[in-house]
C-alpha cells in the first residue's frame, strides 16, 4: 500500500512561487510514476505535470508549461517535488499528487490510471 502526503499549499499574491512536495510511505518508490494534478471549485480535476521512476523524463500540461518544474528524489528520500513559479489566479485549485506503477516509462495523464492519492492541498493565488 502506497501512502502519500502532500504539503507546502498556501496563498500567494500573483506572480509569487510555492513549492509543493508528496511524500510517499514505499520503500519501492522508485518504481511509481508520480503526477501532480489538481482541481478548482466546479471544474473536474486535470492534469498539471508527470514524472517517471527514474526522473528521466517529465510532462506538463500546456497551462503550466514553462512555468512549473517537476522533480523527485529517490535516492536519499521518497519525495516529490512540484516548483510553481509565475503563479496565476487560474492555478487556484486544490493540488494532488498520484502514483502508478503499471506504465513503466509512459507518464499517464488521465486521474483513472493512478491507482495512488494523497488528500490533497490547497493552493490560492490571489490578483
Known amino acids: 500500500q502506497v501512502q502519500l502526503v502532500e504539503s507546502g499549499g498556501g496563498l500567494v499574491q500573483a506572480g509569487g512561487s510555492l513549492r509543493l512536495s508528496c511524500a510517499a510511505s514505499?520503500?519501492?518508490?522508485?518504481?511509481?510514476?508520480m503526477g501532480w494534478f489538481r482541481q478548482a471549485p466546479g471544474k473536474e480535476r486535470e492534469f498539471v505535470s508527470a514524472?517517471?521512476?527514474?526522473?528521466?523524463?517529465?510532462?506538463y500540461a500546456d497551462s503550466v508549461k514553462g512555468r512549473f518544474t517537476v522533480s523527485r528524489d529517490n535516492a536519499k528520500y521518497t519525495v516529490c517535488h512540484l516548483q510553481m513559479n509565475s503563479l496565476r489566479p487560474e492555478d487556484t485549485a486544490v493540488y494532488y499528487c498520484?502514483?502508478?506503477?503499471?506504465?513503466?516509462?509512459?507518464?499517464?495523464?488521465?486521474?483513472?490510471?493512478?491507482?495512488?492519492w494523497g488528500q490533497g492541498t490547497q493552493v490560492t493565488v490571489s490578483s
Open positions: 514505499v520503500r519501492t518508490f522508485s518504481m511509481y510514476t
Open positions: 498520484a502514483a502508478t506503477d503499471r506504465y513503466g516509462s509512459i507518464l499517464p495523464t488521465i486521474q483513472y490510471d493512478y491507482d495512488y
Open positions: 514524472i517517471s521512476w527514474s526522473g528521466s523524463s517529465t510532462y
